[in-house]
């Protein structure tokens, strides 16, 4: 009975301060003599606790400054680049040369390890393009491809074998990581790394969908 009887005690009486949480103010010297417990090594008075805990705070919230900074920063550049491929692709005579600018774009100003184009239609002049495949929209081999063209999503991370197989051929082994950009009507793009982290489940896709968007409508200048 002394136990529970002591429990509510307890209880009652940090409910009574969280309601009067200026109350030690008028007793400083109770606030100093209090002990609190630590999750690990000894005991430190609740004015050192609460500095601690401030402290570890502050260091959160830098941290996640840096972090949105960071984030800003990579924005920021990702956009600018962006903004660069549409002027470039724009700026092209022909299908061949878009799409030139578009695999050369991915792979200097994106940094990707290997890019791979998959189109529905030739382009003349693109016959001997390594990183370029011509493929009828309606070939059994796009089959694991119908639901990303359906709803035109990308794709970031590890992409399923018959996917990895088709895009990549025999470099697949070097891809450990892709974005694959599907564009109806027109084909896939994808950007492979070498990175496992480099492309990822649940990372931002804007960038990408503002590239395809580009790409589509540079591309329907020269349509038949």
């Known amino acids: 009975m002394t136990e529970i009887q002591e429990k509510l005690g307890a209880h009652e009486v940090a409910t009574w301060l969280r309601r009067h949480p200026r109350f030690l103010q008028q007793f400083p010297d109770l606030a100093l003599s209090l002990v609190v417990p630590r999750e690990e090594g000894s005991a430190s008075s609740l004015a050192s606790y609460q500095l601690e805990v401030l402290r570890d705070k502050n260091r959160e919230l830098t941290r996640r400054l840096q972090e ?4 800003a920063q990579e924005n920021e550049r990702l956009s600018v680049r962006t903004h660069q491929l549409t002027l470039a692709l724009m700026r092209q005579g022909s ?5 030139r600018a578009m695999a050369a774009s991915l792979a200097e100003d994106f940094n990707g390890d290997l890019v791979r184009l998959v189109m529905f239609a030739p382009a003349e002049g693109l016959e001997d393009a390594d990183w370029l495949q011509v493929i009828a929209a309606d070939d059994g081999r796009l089959a694991p491809f119908r639901d990303c063209l ?5 794709l970031c991370g590890r992409l399923q074998p018959e996917k990895h197989a088709l895009l990549y051929g025999v470099r697949a082994e070097d891809v450990q990581s892709s974005a694959l950009l599907p564009l ?3 084909g896939l793009i994808a950007v492979g790394s070498r990175d496992p982290n480099r ?3 649940g ?8 590239m395809g968007e580009s790409l589509a409508t540079a591309l ?4 038949a």
């Open 203 to 210: 990372m931002g896709t804007l960038f990408l969908r503002m």
């Open 184 to 186: 109806p009507g027109i």
């Open 68 to 71: 949105l900074f960071g984030n």
């Open 95 to 99: 299908a061949a040369d878009t799409l």
């Open 220 to 223: 329907k200048r020269y349509a």
């Open 150 to 154: 359906a709803d035109g999503e990308p």
């Open 199 to 201: 492309f990822f489940p």
